[in-house]
């Protein structure tokens, strides 16, 4: 079956940097886009970035845009999301997903959570002073 193992959040200082893994088995991950969400107290949950099964498209949401890195290694079905310039409203709970539903390059980061199938259990980042 379809496992998410998210790893790699904690306490982080503000300006500060961590880097998120999500270990990915039980599917053919090279064929699946990947999404990290993330989802702060009290809030919805919300696309953070996205990358399609081949490398060749990624999406930012703009509150993170040129601060984090979303990357995958086929090889090792595992998804990263590098991140700097740490601010305190980063502090959420973080979940890598993906989705059995069709979709192209154009509009996997466009499917609403709802429609991503498979999520980990999550890793929390925490950003403060």
């Known amino acids: 079956q379809v496992q998410l193992m998210e790893s790699g959040g904690g306490l982080a200082q503000p300006g500060g940097s961590l880097r998120l893994s999500c270990a990915a088995s039980g599917f053919t991950f090279s064929n699946y886009a990947m999404m990290w969400a993330r989802q702060a107290p009290g809030k919805w949950i919300e696309w953070v970035s996205g990358?399609?099964?081949?490398?060749?498209?990624?999406y930012y949401a703009d509150s993170v845009k040129g601060r984090f890195t979303i990357s995958r290694d086929n090889a090792k079905s595992t998804l990263y999301l590098q991140m700097n310039s740490l601010k305190p409203e980063d502090t959420a709970h973080y979940y890598c997903?993906?989705?059995?539903?069709?979709?192209?390059?154009?509009?996997?980061?466009?499917?609403?959570?709802?429609?991503?199938?498979?999520w980990g259990q999550g890793t929390q980042v925490t950003v403060s002073s």
């Open positions: 997903a993906t989705t059995d539903r069709t979709y192209t390059r154009a509009n996997y980061y466009l499917l609403p959570p709802q429609e991503y199938d498979y």
């Open positions: 990358i399609y099964s081949d490398d060749s498209n990624t």
